[in-house]
Every structure is written in structure tokens, then in C-alpha cells.
């Protein structure tokens, strides 16, 4: 096994132990925390948390990624060009945007829930997936594409079999990034009742509770890491 697959099974066991150990640690926070009546969040289960804060991350992620990829592709051909610059700012305005504001604006036109949170999570993941996208496509080189061209293939061909394949390894890292980044800001989707790991941070903020700040910040902080490690060995050559 390689080091790279070795190192994601030993952070997923470690998530899972966390996820199977945490409902069973009263007497631990207890201790750490003497001061504190309820140490132990238990509005929800932490594999719940878990998984509706991934199912939002990956939701908006997603739609991120198939907007973000296909507007990328647009302004690099030619009848795109015209609009690639303002393509960019409005892509950067929305990430310029604290995911606070952009629920407050949302909550009225959706309510509270998952609403706001899939498009403040949606919002900070554009710019780095049309980013990358942009840039690796510039990146394959003109003789490259001279000599796809030679081949008689079409602009499609060209795009599907040339461009996109030598333009993965960059545009995967801009998918890397905006996931996790995404994975931290989800958590303020709790501030407008979004079922998240961050719920036990600002229920413990709200009502001076370290205990619980320091469990979903743990959870959170792990997730972020097998994440990454997943995309490591995942990642294109």
C-alpha cells in the first residue's frame, strides 16, 4: 500500500473512532471541563453533524464545479474571450463577500435552513474552480494544440481529449482548494439553523460552552484533513 493511501486509512480510522468514542465522553470533558453542568453536546448526533455538513459541502461544491468548469472552458475560446474579465470580477466579488452576509441576504428570499448555506458554500467555491480552469487551459502549450489541430481533430475532440486531460492536474487542485475551504466556512450555516458541525461551535460560543466549541471544532478540523489527504491520492499526475 502506498504511503499516500496508508496515511487516508489512518485518518479515516481516527475519524471514525472519533465519531464512535465522542457520545461516550462525558467523564472526559467532565474532567477537563469541571466548571461546565453539560460538557457533552447532544442536541444531535455527531455522525449527523457530520454527515448533513459533508451533503452541503458536496452539494454546493458540486454545482460549483459544473457552473465554475463550464464558464472557465467558455472564456478560453474565442467567442468567450469578450467576457472573461467580467466573468472574473463578479467571481471574485462573490468570494470578497463574509459567508455571514451573503446568509443574511439569503435568508429572506429562502428561510433558514440549507438554503442559504448551499449558496454562500457555492459563492466562495466559484472563484478558485473557474481560476484554476482558466489557467490550466492556458497552460497546454501551442504546439500542443497546433498538433491536435494537424490531426484533423475538431474543436471538441480537441477540448475533450487534448485540452482538458493536460489541463486536469491544475484545475483539480482549484476543486481541492474550493472544497476545503468550503468544508470550514459550512460551519457558519449553523447560525441559520443549518444542520453542521459547526452547530455545537455556536450553540457553545452562544452559551459560553468550550466543551462543545472544542468538539466540533476537532470534528471539523479532521474532516478538513482526510479531505485533503483524500484529494492527495486521488490527485491526477
Known amino acids: 500500500m502506498r504511503s499516500e493511501a496508508r496515511t487516508l486509512v489512518l485518518i479515516a480510522g481516527f475519524m471514525a473512532a472519533l465519531l464512535v468514542a465522542l457520545p461516550f465522553s462525558t467523564p472526559l470533558f467532565h474532567a477537563l471541563f469541571p466548571a461546565l453542568d453539560r460538557p457533552l453536546y447532544t442536541r444531535a448526533s455527531f455522525a449527523e453533524l457530520t454527515f448533513w455538513h459533508l451533503a452541503l459541502v458536496v452539494g454546493a461544491t458540486s454545482i460549483a464545479i459544473l457552473l465554475g468548469v463550464s464558464a472557465g472552458i467558455f472564456v478560453t475560446r474565442e467567442q468567450g474571450r469578450r467576457v472573461r474579465p467580467l466573468l472574473l470580477a463578479v467571481a471574485a466579488i462573490g468570494q470578497t ?14 428561510g433558514y435552513g440549507a438554503g442559504p448555506t448551499v449558496i454562500a458554500l457555492f459563492t466562495y467555491a466559484l472563484l478558485p474552480v473557474i481560476v484554476n480552469t482558466v489557467t490550466g487551459l492556458e ?21 475533450l481529449q487534448v485540452e482538458l486531460p493536460l489541463a486536469a492536474p491544475i484545475i483539480f487542485a482549484g476543486i481541492r482548494t474550493a472544497t476545503i475551504i468550503n468544508i470550514g466556512t459550512a460551519t457558519v450555516g449553523s447560525t441559520v439553523g443549518a444542520l453542521t458541525l459547526g452547530s455545537p461551535i455556536i450553540e457553545g460560543l452562544s452559551g459560553s460552552n468550550t466543551a462543545y466549541v472544542v468538539q466540533g471544532a476537532l470534528l471539523v478540523a479532521v474532516l478538513a484533513v482526510l479531505v485533503d489527504r483524500g484529494f492527495e491520492s486521488f490527485a491526477p499526475k
Open 97 to 110: 463577500f463574509p459567508p455571514v452576509a451573503v446568509l443574511a441576504i439569503m435568508v429572506p428570499m429562502l
Open 139 to 159: 497552460s497546454v502549450e501551442r504546439s500542443v494544440l497546433e498538433s491536435a489541430d494537424g490531426m484533423g481533430l475538431t474543436p471538441l475532440q480537441r477540448l
